[in-house]
């Protein structure tokens, strides 16, 4: 099969279309036929092993590979067709085998297994994978469950309540998007941050205020909100907390190690809470997501979508935060 792989740790231009040998299914398994993957800054990090959080670097290094990647095949999220079902044994997989079907559409996440940059990935039954929403496509479902598992998770534990402030810095990012489309059907009064040039785009999803941080520092103003959702690891810590009004919550969905010992403190010492708990990637929540979607209360925004051979294109896309949406691959 072919797929988009990187042999060295470096720059966009290290990846390139090879034929690799296509997966096997083995018992408990599923074989899915990719049609779109998302790109996300996480592919990009992989693929250059720069990460932000710089404290992980020896245990990334040992998990990803020493010298080179171990797992060559980048790509978290996709949509795809089943294309075959192995033999399951375990009465709990085989339940999970029994939602899919072959030749039915469906969408997911690859989890740390990854592999969603080529023609076949081969996963675990019981993998976070369900029928793909009916109106959405192939490209706009891989684009899906980066975003909303992680806009949904933190969301869900702010319990954000109707006419509550909420401000989201990075709103125009692959999460920014869905925590914007989320916390609108929750009621909430939003303030988005990014740079100018997605104010017109948030705005067509429901903002109430756009603040460009090129100009505004939104954290050395007078304003105060209930809940702050940030993706951004730059983010001035205090500055965030003296933004938000008594039991206010602060959601950091890319920390640094030192954060998550002072939100610790902030938590136990003040009367605001800060949260940074991981998604989970639960199968309940993608379900949730799927409904969402088939209400018309959410939806993808794509920015780009390229063919494997510029896949370095997109990556460079991805890097320069000039992306307005998701960016995503069409494999087939």
Known sequence: MKAIIYQNYGAPEVLNVAEVKKPEVKEGQILIKVLAAEVTKADCEMRSFK???????????????????????????????????????????AHEAEQLQVGQTVFGSAGFHMGAYGEYLCLSSDASVISKPTNMSPVEAAALPLGGFNALHYLKRANIQPGEKVLINGAGG?????????????????????????QQMLESIGIDHFIDYTKTDFTKSSESYDVIFSMVASNSYSGCIRRLKSGGRYLMANPRFL??????????????????????????????????????????????VYQPEQAAEAHHRVETENRIGSVVIRLQ
């Open 174 to 198: 692959s999460i920014g998007l869905f925590a914007v489309q989320i916390a609108k059907q929750l009621g909430a009064e939003i303030t988005a941050v990014d740079s100018g040039a997605k």
């Open 259 to 304: 954060l998550m010992l002072r939100s610790v403190l902030t938590t136990r010492f003040s009367n605001k809470t800060v949260l940074f708990a991981f998604a989970g990637e639960k199968k309940e929540e993608l379900l949730e997501l799927k409904d969402m979607v088939e209400k018309e209360q959410i939806r993808s925004i794509i920015d780009k």
């Open 51 to 93: 990460f932000p959080v710089k404290w992980f670097w020896l245990p990334l290094r040992i998990a990803l590979g020493i010298t080179k990647p171990r797992n060559q095949i980048l790509g978290g999220y996709f949509c795809g067709v089943v294309d075959e079902i192995g033999d399951i044994a375990d009465d709990k997989a």
